[in-house]
Nanobody
Framework: QVQLVESGGGSVQAGGSLRLSCVAS???????????MGWFRQAPGKEREGVAT???????SYADSVKGRFTISKDNTKNILHLDMNNLTLEDTAMYYC?????????????????????WGQGTPVTISS
């Protein structure tokens, strides 16, 4: 019903920056309003973890490991979710996934609850090198 397509991943050196984008497209004839969206990541051999989430009230939450370095934002006119990542470290290497939910969730709760999201993108890889 809603397709999420991520872009912007790549390989950069530690200390560098990347901007991830997620375009949400609704299939013709369907109605989907995403009241909560977020970015999650999964590194090799690790569980998926919340990176940043935002809801329609504009409330955003971040994982402690990215606070002060990452910024989530949503362009409501174009239905695009962004994640600006600065001062990247080796520990940021992972596959990054965009997620959307019809439900309105507190951003902190959504960050800890991947199951709150009903739609997921295919992911975009981020590789940080020293």
């Amino acid at each position: 019903q809603v397709q999420l397509v991520e872009s912007g991943g790549g390989s950069v050196q530690a200390g560098g920056s990347l901007r991830l984008s997620c375009v949400a497209s609704v299939s013709s004839g369907y109605t989907y309003v995403s009241r909560s969206m977020g970015w999650f990541r999964q590194a090799p051999g690790k569980e998926r973890e919340g990176v940043a989430t935002i809801n329609t009230s504009g409330s955003a939450s971040y994982a402690d490991s990215v606070k002060g370095r990452f910024t989530i934002s949503k362009d409501n006119t174009k239905n695009i979710l962004h994640l600006d990542m600065n001062n990247l470290t080796l520990e940021d290497t992972a596959m990054y996934y965009c997620a959307a939910s019809r439900g309105f969730w507190g951003s902190h709760y959504a960050l800890r609850t991947p199951s709150a999201f009903d739609s997921w993108g295919q992911g975009t890889p981020v590789t940080i090198s020293s």
